[in-house]
């Protein structure tokens, strides 16, 4: 069964930078493709980033250049990095997996990110 668990949410100013790490359990965390995605009340779940299992990086147009995906295999982890956070960043964050060769994708339970002065 695999788990995910998403930490590091808060909440930030403004122009702040917030760290949130999702650490994946019951699965080969290595030939996963690793997600981000955000949620606001009465809105549809929003994409915002991916890192595949190579490495390969992609972001939502609304965060480049101010989010950084990554991943450490060896932690079963993956990072966001968030810069330059705005109000409209306000959602709660939750981590993705999908399996390469299965397909199975899981989610974990989500953390909240509040950007307000």
């Given at each position: 069964?695999?788990?995910?668990?998403?930490?590091?949410?808060?909440?930030?100013?403004?122009?702040?930078?917030?760290?949130?790490?999702?650490?994946?359990?019951?699965?080969?965390f290595?030939?996963?493709?690793?997600?981000?995605?955000?949620?606001?009340?009465?809105?549809?779940?929003?994409?915002?980033?991916?890192?595949?299992?190579?490495?390969?990086?992609?972001?939502?147009?609304?965060?480049?250049?101010?989010?950084?995906?990554?991943r450490?295999?060896?932690?079963?982890?993956?990072?966001?990095?968030?810069?330059?956070?705005k109000?409209?960043d306000t959602?709660?964050?939750?981590?993705?997996?999908?399996?390469?060769?299965t397909?199975?994708?899981?989610?974990?339970?989500?953390?909240?990110?509040?950007?307000?002065s």
């Amino acid at each position: 069964q695999v788990q995910l668990v998403e930490s590091g949410g808060g909440l930030v100013q403004p122009g702040g930078s917030l760290r949130l790490s999702c650490v994946a359990s019951g699965t080969i965390f290595s030939i996963n493709d690793m997600s981000w995605y955000r949620q606001v009340p009465g809105k549809e779940r929003e994409w915002v980033a991916t890192i595949t299992y190579t490495g390969t990086t992609n972001y939502a147009a609304s965060v480049k250049g101010r989010f950084t995906i990554s991943r450490d295999n060896a932690k079963n982890t993956v990072f966001l990095q968030m810069h330059s956070l705005k109000p409209e960043d306000t959602a709660v964050y939750y981590c993705n997996s999908h399996h390469v060769l299965t397909k199975q994708d899981d989610w974990g339970q989500g953390t909240q990110v509040t950007v307000s002065s």
